[in-house]
């Protein structure tokens, strides 16, 4: 393949060029840039140029909300500029490839290869593949060690960055935590290098010194013959542990003034607002819920102003208050009520992404749903309350029928309800709790709308538990493809007849997402493989290719069920244990002990501090918008 650049293609010309590839493509919108508040800058004025790369389609990508933050807090400074890309659709990337032009950003149409940073969200493991193709239709060899002083420095963030050691080899460094202010002293030190004309080696060493950032070329991993990992060495003065970056204040939080508004419909086609960050909740099996400890949530007030500021700069007609249980701030009632009253006679409604059963009540969720009876969508996870003691869900079988009886009885005809299996601890007792659980709240339903009998809908929702890295069960055994297989159709058997909907997930992309989620650095061989075999887009039903994975398993040597079916035990050394949200050991450990026992543990905000350990070692306290936090 050809790279045209090498051509000496002005920038005008590569752009035109560009322009008719875009002109060929069923979705000419994803790639054409020009955005309503999209940020376009001089190249020759700026120091630090930042490429945000998200491995998904830009329907997709431009609705995530990280991506969006860092976007316009990288270009509210002078010195540096932000663009973006995101993963090209199969028939753009035929066109690059028939072509040989390589992929480029959105604002300026320039080549990745021309940037000093490349920015990946590591949002799903199941992407991977998407980031590796990503960089190899950009010209820029995959491997760390490959790449030379001209090309870009690749960095993770995200979720994934908690365990990034699958994509070790590929990535010159990983940021764990909240980026806001990390950002900022990241791109302040590559200012610095480039005035001293330092070598990479030399930036990444300053690098090292700022919290957060994890390097993993300087951390030697040793394997055991048992394929476990037998130490993991910081070389070159490199921190022992790289603790996570944490925001002590939300309220001084990067919040930007307006939003990106596209052309064409996106998955979240709204203005999006974080109001809180953290959960106290102590769900055992949510990493989210341990990652982002602890809570703290911004005042009433400042939500408010913002959410003007930003409606007057954009014409969005709905507004989402997000976090991870945006129910469980303290003013959210007067919140929205607030909100309602401003915005509801402007024609713009006010949503949450998701509602607590145990929090629900008609009039709120009216509320935000503009009057509008649309379908209600509830997360019992679990179909008995031990099962939902095991995974510390406070949550009776009483209270779902009660919220979902005042659901129906205040209008709503569909709910949607959704569950996991393959749980630690499940039994066929509790695959048959979640069909007697949605049978009872159907025929509470259909009692309640009795003259609208036939209207009347739940739908189940089913995934397959994945156990994720520094969550309690981080240590426990993923059950297999065959199991997930007999556990779905026992369900499928179950929720026939006339009301019911049954969904559930794809079993052998449950299985690819448990092996990538706990997986060590040699998975990276794996991926190469893969996506030499043309694998990519792997969260997509139509895309998604186990043959091939397996092909790839196969190729390398590695078994996938050494890194899904195996139970871990507590002092081995896990490929992430060098990298830390701020949990303590002991409180995982004693947590999915209590699991076992299918014990509860209170939630930090209004009972016993259960000793997670984030607080006193990220030196940062809870904070409510409302009071009433245990400390």
């Known amino acids: 393949m050809t790279d045209l650049t090498t051509k000496l293609y002005s920038m005008d010309e590569l752009s035109k060029e560009y322009e008719r590839l875009i002109a060929g493509v069923e979705k000419p919108g994803r790639y054409?840039?020009?955005?309503?508040?999209?940020?376009?800058?001089?190249?020759?004025?700026?120091s630090v140029r930042v490429v945000l790369a998200f491995p998904d389609i830009y329907e997709i990508g431009l609705s995530h909300q990280g991506l969006r933050l860092l976007y316009h807090l990288i270009n509210q400074e002078e010195d540096y500029v932000a663009e973006r890309v995101y993963a090209p659709a199969h028939d753009l990337e035929e066109k690059l490839q028939s072509t040989g032009l390589p992929l480029f950003s959105l604002e300026t149409r320039r080549p990745l290869s021309a940037f000093d940073l490349i920015g990946f969200t590591l949002q799903y493991e199941l992407s991977y593949t998407n980031i590796l193709n990503m960089l190899k239709l950009s010209g820029i060899p995959w491997r760390r060690a490959e790449r030379g002083e001209d090309h870009p420095l690749v960095i993770g963030g995200g979720p994934g960055s908690f365990n990034p050691e699958p994509l070790a080899d590929f990535f010159d460094l990983f940021l764990l935590g909240e980026g806001e202010e990390a950002v900022l002293e990241i791109l302040a030190l590559c200012v610095e290098a480039k005035r001293k004309s330092r070598t990479k080696m030399e930036l990444k060493r300053e690098l090292m010194k700022v919290p957060g950032v994890y390097l993993p070329e300087f951390y030697k991993v040793v394997y055991k013959q048992d394929g476990t990992v037998e130490s993991i060495t910081p070389l070159d003065?490199?921190?022992?542990?790289?603790?996570?970056?944490?925001?002590?204040?939300?309220?001084?939080?990067?919040?930007?003034?307006?939003?990106?508004?596209?052309?064409?419909?996106?998955?979240?086609?709204?203005l999006m607002l974080e109001i809180l960050r953290g959960c106290s909740r102590g769900c055992r099996f949510c990493q989210a819920g341990m990652l982002y400890r602890p809570v703290r949530e911004r005042d009433e007030q400042l939500i408010i102003d913002?959410?003007?500021?930003?409606?007057?700069?954009?014409?969005?007609?709905?507004?989402?208050?997000?976090?991870?249980?945006?129910?469980?701030?303290?003013?959210i009632r007067d919140l929205i009520g607030v909100l309602t009253d401003c915005y509801s006679p402007q024609g713009i409604n006010i949503s949450l992404p998701s509602m607590r059963i145990d929090a629900f009540s008609p009039e709120l969720a009216e509320s935000f749903q503009?009057?509008?009876?649309?379908?209600?969508?509830?997360?019992?996870?679990?179909?008995?309350?031990?099962?939902?003691?095991?995974?510390?869900?406070?949550?009776?079988?009483?209270?779902?029928?009660?919220?979902?009886?005042?659901?129906?009885?205040?209008?709503?005809?569909?709910?949607?309800?959704?569950?996991?299996?393959?749980?630690?601890?499940?039994?066929?007792?509790?695959?048959?709790?979640?069909?007697?659980?949605?049978?009872?709240i159907l025929e509470n339903g259909q009692r309640i709308h009795e003259k609208r009998r036939g209207q009347v809908r739940v739908t189940v929702s089913v995934s397959t538990f994945v156990p994720k890295a520094h969550t309690p069960f981080q240590w426990r055994p993923q059950i297999t493809v065959e199991e997930t297989l007999e556990k779905q159709e026992r369900l499928r058997a179950g929720l026939r007849g006339r009301?019911?909907?049954?969904?559930?997930?794809?079993?052998?992309?449950?299985?690819?997402?448990?092996?990538?989620?706990?997986?060590?650095?040699?998975?990276?061989?794996?991926?190469?493989?893969?996506?030499?075999?043309?694998?990519?887009?792997?969260?997509?039903d139509d895309w998604f290719n186990w043959e091939q994975w397996c092909a790839a398993f196969q190729g390398c040597g590695i078994e996938p069920e050494f890194y899904t079916a195996r139970r871990r035990f507590y002092d081995e050394v896990l490929p992430w244990s060098h990298l830390s949200p701020g949990l303590d050991l002991d409180y995982l450990i004693a947590e999915d002990q209590r699991a076992e026992k299918a014990m509860l543990t209170e939630d930090c905000r209004t009972g016993k501090c259960p000793g997670c350990g984030v607080c006193p070692s990220l030196k940062v306290t809870p904070k409510t918008a409302g009071g009433g936090v245990n400390i």
């Open 32 to 46: 054409c840039g020009g955005e309503f508040n999209s940020v376009v800058k001089d190249w020759t004025e700026t």
């Open 237 to 270: 003065g490199a921190p022992a542990r790289v603790e996570k970056r944490v925001i002590a204040d939300f309220n001084k939080a990067f919040i930007p003034d307006t939003e990106i508004v596209p052309y064409i419909e996106t998955i979240h086609d709204r």
């Open 306 to 331: 913002s959410i003007e500021k930003i409606l007057k700069h954009t014409g969005y007609e709905e507004v989402s208050l997000t976090s991870l249980s945006s129910t469980d701030h303290t003013r």
């Open 370 to 440: 503009g009057g509008r009876k649309a379908s209600l969508t509830f997360a019992p996870e679990a179909g008995t309350d031990r099962l939902r003691r095991v995974i510390n869900k406070n949550l009776t079988h009483a209270e779902i029928i009660q919220a979902t009886r005042a659901a129906f009885e205040a209008g709503w005809q569909k709910l949607k309800l959704y569950f996991m299996i393959g749980l630690p601890t499940e039994t066929d007792e509790d695959l048959d709790g979640i069909v007697a659980l949605a049978r009872e």
């Open 499 to 540: 009301g019911l909907q049954f969904s559930w997930h794809e079993a052998k992309t449950s299985q690819l997402e448990g092996v990538f989620s706990r997986g060590d650095r040699r998975l990276g061989r794996v991926l190469e493989q893969a996506v030499a075999l043309g694998c990519k887009f792997d969260s997509w």
